[in-house]
């Protein structure tokens, strides 16, 4: 929905009383939601003005505090008879919120007396609106989990953790800087403890529980590139690289908070050995349509997450990654089809400690150089003839790795997903997925020693994106894990996710 203009500032549909507008249509729900919203706005703007109604203001004229109370007392008794009405005609009722968007200085938003008790959430709207215009613009997350193995695995156990993704991008031509010019930063952290032991599988059932390390709860800048475009088409960046955006697919990516929580679903697992999750790197890339067609990075191959990274520059060697993504229009259906590969000269010893695969630390055999090809696709079976950004389709992952010093030497996976196909819901989505994970022959027996007797793994995660309200989204997931570990009987996973963006 646009939001319509009132003398050069959005307006707020969701705050017009529809009973004295023909504007907008709300639902029973949303007059709740909103009296609820102005309940709590003049409930705030009451005690910001009236922090103590025993004691007048400094320097303040005593009939102006006498006006300002029984102003307070007046918002807060039309505040609970708005909240009682609207109780009373949402009851039973459930219906689909509407979005809004009301510049604050907006005399239906506000009351014109108090500027103060404007609604918070239409100020940060509003002020996001206004850095976006001046070249700033914030992604945040917040994804809490809480997820349980009901059967197999290592412990039958529920676990709460949470993750925080918070991006801000930084446009240097709107600021006056530089024209072309941008900055990315992201910054992570993770609180509580996720079911990546419970479980017992080498592939983690809810990647971003455990991002950016699971050794720390600590915030670490995980992202920080300046970019350069030397045309529409053409694009150089340099910095500190955030690998899990790459391997890009239209249904199986989202970084394990908007679609699958697999990291079997999230990005190939073939490449982990030889990408770290953060490091420092630059590269180049050619776009088609503002996205990425093919991409080259050469990147500090040791993960420096925790550190800035120049310390340890190219310490260990250089690791070199490219990807080439081609848009595709099999039977008038849209889709892609990347290609991939990664080589590291790093020497490899031990099996390194990666929250992206859960290895125990295990001596191996000195091992020099790596590698890894890989390939995915996504297409879409189905078009919403009424909006072509809706649909629904399948997706595709392969992958080799050398298997001198790669824990997976095979892996591959297929599902579907898109736009949920339930009439009314047509902000939800789904997927269900299924992967197949070959270990080493190289690497089986020195973790054989360790853990027992290893073989290959498989698995399959099903999940249902529910967009409860415009940033909020909640997911109930299950999981079948089937170990690569002999000793142990598959996992079976159930669990809820719940995203605020904001």
Known sequence: MVPKKTSGRSVRMDLINPAASPLLKTTPRAKLRNAVGRFARFTRASISFVPDLRKPVPNQHPEMVKRMNANSKRRWLVSLL???????????VIAQDTFCDLGCD???????????ACDSLCRDLSCRESLAQCGLTFSNNLTQFYFGTVDGGVEQVGRYAAHGDYVANVDFGKL??????????????????????STGAF?????????PTTETRNLYITNFIITQALSESCIVFAGKIDSLDGDMNAFAHGR???????????????VLRTVPYSTLGAGFAYLMEGEPLFSFLVLNPTDTTRTSGFSELFNDGVALSSELRVPTNFCDRPGHVLVGATYSTRDYVSLDQDPRIILPQVDIGRSSDSWSVYWNTDHYLHVDPHDESRGWGYFTRVGFADDSNNPISYFWSVGIGGNSVISGRDKDSFGLGYYMSETSDEIAPFLTALVGGIGDSQGVEAFYN???MNCLTITPDF???????????DAYVLGVRANLAF
Do not use: Y
């Open 106 to 116: 907006s005399p239906i938003a506000c009351d014109a007396a108090f500027d103060d």
């Open 479 to 489: 999981q079948w894990l089937s170990q690569a570990r002999a000793g142990l009987d």
């Open 82 to 92: 708005a909240l009682a009405g609207a109780w009373t005609g949402a009851s039973g």
């Open 176 to 197: 006056g800087v530089h024209e072309g010019l941008f900055l990315k930063v992201r910054a992570e952290h993770r609180m509580g403890e996720s079911i990546v032991e």
């Open 256 to 270: 394990g908070i908007t679609q699958f929580s697999n990291v079997s679903f999230i990005a190939n697992p073939v």
């Open 466 to 468: 529910i967009q409860a």
């Open 203 to 211: 592939l983690p059932a809810t990647l971003a529980a455990d991002l």
